[in-house]
């Protein structure tokens, strides 16, 4: 899996970028999958998010849409031109389903209803790691 692609080939650790409710798990998530195969970025800003993606330290973003200063989907489509496969998961209260649509036209990874628990986040950056892990095998062969 990913950790047998870092050993290998002896690449940075996953890169989670992460605001809202899913930065008050990223110390919890560290601890967990443990600092050799994630590094999560908090951020309180979408200038920060950008950054971020600008400098290609983020292999997927957890956005919460409470926190967001702009629109979560228009953040999105700013990401996409940046990186169009980047892996994006969207925090949302209750998303409607012209959001639901609009969010997976824009290739977000998945939408999470909100309130988000940890281990739904496990579940959300386990998967994402996984879709990673085919990618870089899919690159090699």
Do not use: C, W
Not at 117 to 125: A, G, N, T, Y
């Amino acid at each position: 899996m990913v950790a047998q692609a870092i050993q290998d080939n002896h690449v940075n650790p996953f890169g989670l970028v992460v605001s809202g409710e899913a930065g008050e798990y990223a110390d919890a998530l560290s601890l967990i999958v443990g600092p050799q195969l994630l590094m999560t970025y908090k951020v309180d800003s979408d200038g920060e998010v950008i950054g971020l993606v600008q400098a290609g330290l983020a292999d997927a973003v957890v956005l919460d849409e409470a926190v967001a200063q702009i629109d979560v989907l228009s953040l999105l489509r700013m990401i996409r031109r940046l990186n169009e496969s980047l892996l994006v998961v969207l925090l949302a209260r209750s998303p409607d389903s012209r959001r639901l649509e609009e969010a997976l036209s824009l290739a977000a990874f998945s939408v999470v209803v909100k309130p988000l628990r940890l281990e739904e986040l496990l579940v959300q950056v386990h998967r994402m790691m996984i879709r990673l892990n085919t990618n870089i095998r899919k690159d090699r062969f």
